[in-house]
């Protein structure tokens, strides 16, 4: 049935599939996690609200300087994560572009290569 239909049903039908996927993993989140009590943070009298995010943030990233291998692994961790997230924007558009993969195509292919990571990290865990 997805190869007769349009491009907008294909998308259709990844996105349904992709918000099938978070609903599923978000009713599992709502049943098992607990709850917490909430930490009300008061900005100071001289703090704006919209800037406490980055007040935090600067605070600490100063703090971090007593934990050298905690720094080092964050520096390595951005690095990492930028990486990886260009790699799979130029990945997209490489297949969009070189190989003529359709948005279906290149859907089907992502959850290829999640499915073989999942699996991957299991027998990864198992044999370890």
């Known amino acids: 049935f997805v190869t007769k239909g349009s491009v ?9 599939c992709a918000g099938l996927w978070w609903a599923l ?4 989140s ?7 009590e909430e930490v009300s943070r ?7 609200i919209i800037f406490a995010g980055w007040a935090s943030f600067f605070n600490k990233l100063s703090e971090i300087r007593r934990y ?5 692994f964050l520096v390595a961790w951005f690095v990492y994560s930028d990486t990886y997230s260009t790699i799979a924007g ?7 572009d070189r190989l003529c993969m359709g948005g279906f195509q290149i859907a089907l292919l ?15 865990f198992r044999a370890q």
């Open 110 to 124: 992502l959850l290829e290569v999640l499915s073989c990571a999942a699996l991957g990290n299991y027998l990864t």
């Open 8 to 16: 907008d049903d294909k998308y259709r039908l990844c996105i349904f």
């Open 68 to 72: 050298p291998q905690t720094f080092k």
């Open 30 to 36: 709502f049943c098992r996690l607990q709850t917490h």
């Open 25 to 28: 993993w978000s009713i599992w």
């Open 90 to 96: 130029v990945g997209i558009l490489v297949l969009q």
């Open 42 to 48: 008061k900005p100071h009298a001289n703090e704006w």
